[in-house]
């Protein structure tokens, strides 16, 4: 191991330990911020469909682009998650979007978007590849940004919802379906071991001088099974 090898295993060290990300984020987090996230894995051909029920009957659809106007110019909640999600759909490129509606108003309540590996020429041009390191073939897939609206929050939607994907991932040959989410994202956790994720590496975001959502440097630290 080379000298600059052994300065990243000394740092991932010290990052390990709680006291020093706290000091790291609390004394100084205007110069540097560290960001952990647990990414996840779930087998698709063992998961168990027709477990969970939503509260409200529930339809899904593949967006078009048409639907996704229609999602964007009716949005009801804050005007941050607004350009966060258009981002996403409208700069990056990505299109498989899943919406799911309230099957008696036809409300939209709840969606997410797959990233498959047709995308990873986007994934490496817009986000940070070692998040996405695992999708290597088309029987991969990501499930990311899952976002109920706050109007029909806490009615099960979420975990419902992710039969109609596992559905899809069956249809498409998709074997692995893998999942971010932050390390500090109380909800989303709970939504992931409750629909039977699996936590396979920590990913720690370096950030330094309040740089942008996705800048900064990433370390991958794979769990042990």
């Known amino acids: 191991?080379?000298?600059?090898?052994?300065k990243f295993k000394t740092f991932f060290t010290l990052l390990k330990k709680s006291e020093i990300r706290e000091i790291l984020q609390t004394t100084t987090g205007y110069i540097v911020r560290v960001?952990?996230?647990r990414l996840d894995e779930l087998d698709v051909d063992s998961y168990i469909l027709g477990r969970f029920k939503a509260k409200i009957p529930?339809?899904?659809?593949?967006?078009?682009?048409?639907?996704?106007?229609?999602?964007?110019?009716?949005w009801p909640d804050s005007r941050e998650e607004y350009e966060r999600h258009y981002e996403v759909y409208y700069h990056w490129g990505?299109?498989?979007?899943?919406?799911?509606?309230?099957?008696?108003?036809g409300e939209v309540v709840h969606f997410c978007f797959l990233l498959t590996?047709?995308?990873?020429?986007?994934i490496q041009r817009f986000l940070p590849t070692k998040k996405y390191i695992f999708l290597t073939s088309n029987s991969c897939a990501?499930?990311?940004?899952?976002?109920?609206?706050?109007?029909?929050r806490k009615?099960?939607?979420?975990?419902?919802?992710?039969?109609?994907?596992?559905?899809?991932?069956?249809h498409n040959g998709i074997k692995k379906l893998y999942s971010i989410r932050g390390a500090s994202n109380v909800?989303?956790?709970?939504?992931?071991?409750?629909?039977?994720?699996?936590?396979?590496?920590?990913?720690?975001?370096?950030?330094?001088?309040?740089?942008?959502?996705?800048?900064?440097?990433?370390?991958?630290?794979?769990?042990?099974?």
């Open 117 to 122: 590996y047709k995308d990873c020429p986007r």
């Open 58 to 74: 529930l339809k899904c659809k593949i967006a078009n682009s048409m639907d996704m106007q229609l999602l964007f110019d009716h």
């Open 155 to 170: 009615l099960g939607i979420c975990t419902q919802a992710t039969d109609f994907i596992i559905k899809f991932c069956r």
């Open 187 to 225: 909800p989303s956790i709970r939504y992931a071991d409750k629909v039977g994720y699996i936590p396979i590496a920590s990913i720690y975001q370096i950030q330094f001088f309040h740089q942008k959502r996705h800048s900064g440097f990433y370390i991958l630290k794979r769990l042990k099974k």
């Open 35 to 37: 960001i952990k996230y």
């Open 1 to 6: 191991m080379g000298i600059i090898g052994k």
């Open 142 to 152: 990501h499930h990311e940004w899952l976002y109920t609206f706050e109007k029909y």
């Open 94 to 105: 990505f299109k498989t979007c899943f919406l799911f509606y309230h099957r008696d108003t």
